[in-house]
């Protein structure tokens, strides 16, 4: 097979056997690259590829530098007309280049993909992010707003019209910016269903929730600092959609779900207030009335209590006491739902046996790197 004109471009931080996976993949392809660029953000050990008849540069930082530079530099990298770029722990279908270079030729569009789902397993975690969270543009086939940057196909000459990610600071919504940029210049971002992807990375529920968090928690603490009722704004940005998450995970019988969003949503109002706390726009009473609330419902089922607490201290969140019982708790609304179910018996079960058979199968299983699961939410000082 004659090889086109197309660079593929990964990247790696002490991952390197995904590279490796997605190299050994590319035999497989019905359209195959004619040459390989790969970038390592400073691994602690340096990258060396398999041999491979297809012509491969690597790269390399001494010192781990972020992902939005290292893809920046990586697809820079690139010498061919078209770039695909994906992430390492990415997978694509074997026609999802051949595909999707029929799209990525038209003039008015600016970048192609497929529809992106996780399927790293069958795991508590992998089947929450299957629902819940890593999956784009599932079953569509036309113009969209967003394409993740999971795998993506453009021109060269788009890629450097739009000078790449230049501009974009933070360590996570690189692929956002990118999209925004092409958008800008009135080109498609392009999905065709027959091009599917898959992400397979396996990640603890720690790294998982902080992951997530990492994503959306600046715009809605900036928000929060707007808004003059904190509870009432919380609950309509965070706490709903955890109930309908919750509803979703009964009917789906998925029953550990609920423990995993009872840690997530716990968490995340936690932090948004330490933020608050730090910009003096709320006391931490208001911390002491959450916990409160979460341990009047939690306490009596010591095992599940003992690892949400442990998992909340892993989030950066430990107990805080001194709320007065006899004054109206302004998060009783926020527990409403889980008051709900407490009848069913859903907690005893899970503290007599989804506790134990989560913790027995994170025991079984061999979970890969991910730099969110060292990241740290620390409070910040609005800048005036």
Excluded at 155 to 162: A, G, L, T
Aim: proline residues 5%; charged residues 25%.
């Amino acid at each position: 097979m004659q090889p086109l004109d197309v660079s593929l471009i990964t990247y790696t931080y002490n991952d390197g056997h995904f590279v490796d996976g997605l190299l050994d993949e590319v035999s497989s392809w019905t359209h195959r690259p004619s040459e390989i660029v790969i970038f390592d953000d400073g691994s602690s050990t340096a990258y060396s590829p398999p041999p491979t008849t297809i012509p491969t540069r690597v790269f390399r930082h001494d010192t781990n530098r972020g992902i939005t530079v290292t893809k920046h530099e990586a697809i820079s990298a690139g010498s061919s007309r078209f770039l695909l770029a994906m992430d390492c722990d990415t997978r694509i279908s074997p026609n999802w280049l051949e595909t999707n270079l029929a799209h990525v030729q038209q003039p008015d569009i600016g970048m192609v993909s497929g529809p992106v789902i996780y399927l790293s397993g069958n795991d508590l975690v992998s089947r929450f992010q299957r629902y819940f969270g890593d999956n784009h543009n599932l079953e569509k086939t036309g113009p969209v707003d967003f394409i993740p940057g999971n795998a993506f196909l453009m021109r060269r000459e788009i890629w450097e019209q739009c000078e790449g990610m230049a501009g974009h600071h933070r360590n996570v919504c690189e692929d956002h910016f990118l999209c925004q940029k092409i958008r800008q210049r009135g080109l498609k971002l392009w999905i065709d269903a027959k091009a599917r992807a898959r992400q397979i990375r396996r990640i603890n529920r720690i790294a998982m929730l902080k992951r997530y968090w990492k994503w959306c928690h600046a715009p809605i603490k900036k928000e929060a600092e707007q808004q003059q009722d904190i509870p009432q704004y919380l609950q309509h940005a965070l706490i709903t959609p955890h109930a309908d998450r919750l509803k979703f995970s009964i009917e789906r019988e998925e029953l550990l779900f609920i423990y995993i969003e009872m840690l997530y949503v716990s968490f995340i109002v936690l932090d948004v207030l330490d933020h608050l706390i730090l910009n003096n726009r709320q006391a931490s009473v208001h911390k002491a009335a959450w916990w409160f609330e979460l341990s009047s419902i939690v306490r009596q089922y010591p095992l599940m209590y003992a690892v949400l607490r442990s998992d909340l201290a892993q989030l950066g969140q430990t107990p805080v006491p001194g709320w007065d019982s006899s004054q109206q708790n302004p998060w009783s609304q926020a527990f409403e739902a889980l008051r709900t179910i407490e009848p069913s018996g859903v907690y005893d079960w899970l503290n007599r046996s989804g506790i134990p058979s989560m913790l027995a199968e994170e025991e079984s299983l061999n979970y890969d790197f991910s730099f969110y699961e060292d990241e740290l939410f620390r409070p910040s000082a609005r800048r005036n």
